[in-house]
């Protein structure tokens, strides 16, 4: 499946390592150097964005699974999309397909919470522990930014797939 990244997202990554490195993991693990709050903006900007991919090819797959044809993945300045290439069939596999991005989120946040709380356990390296928690917290933020009732969010999906079913009962 092609996943084209347009250049904006250079110019979000650059903007994300810098803010993270610059401000909010030194600001939040005191005594880290410079050159470790840079290290651990950088893997935690790359994370991110690969969670961003898994959270669409979670709505690429489901929708392969119901039988619309996907054209790629496109990543820009707001997150990314899947673009099917044909109409939802029925409201109920649109409303899957809408979930299954958030559920792929919801997984990823379950994980790297988990794994930050084992890494705070077994006594990590701070590093560590910051980009785990960091992942954690963003993936949550995410899932709720993309549960909002609102098009083009999955949220709005979700609810445009239920109004469409129920107008349709409605009718019959």
Do not use: C, K
């Not at 993270?20 to 005191?30: A, C, K, M």
């Not at 990590?124 to 928690?133: F, I, N, S, T, Y």
């Not at 445009?160 to 009718?171: C, D, I, S, T």
């Amino acid at each position: 499946m092609p996943i084209r990244i347009g250049w904006s997202w250079f110019l979000i990554a650059a903007l994300l390592v810098w803010s993270l490195g610059g401000d909010l993991f030194p600001r939040n693990f005191i005594g880290i150097s410079t050159s470790t709050a840079y290290a651990m903006a950088a893997v935690a900007t790359v994370a991110f964005f690969a969670s961003v991919v898994a959270h669409e090819l979670g709505h690429a797959f489901r929708a392969q699974a119901e039988g619309v044809r996907i054209e790629g993945i496109s990543l820009w300045l707001f997150g990314g999309v899947a673009q099917l290439i044909d109409p939802f069939p029925t409201p109920a596999a649109e409303l899957r397909i809408a979930a299954a991005g958030p559920a792929v989120t919801a997984l990823i946040a379950a994980a790297l919470g988990a794994l930050a709380a084992g890494a705070t356990r077994l006594g990590a390296p701070l590093a560590v522990r910051g980009v785990l928690d960091y992942l954690a917290v963003i993936n949550v933020a995410l899932l709720v930014f993309n549960l909002i009732p609102a098009l083009p969010l999955d949220g709005g999906r979700m609810l445009h797939a239920l109004l469409w079913r129920f107008r349709n009962e409605a009718v019959a």
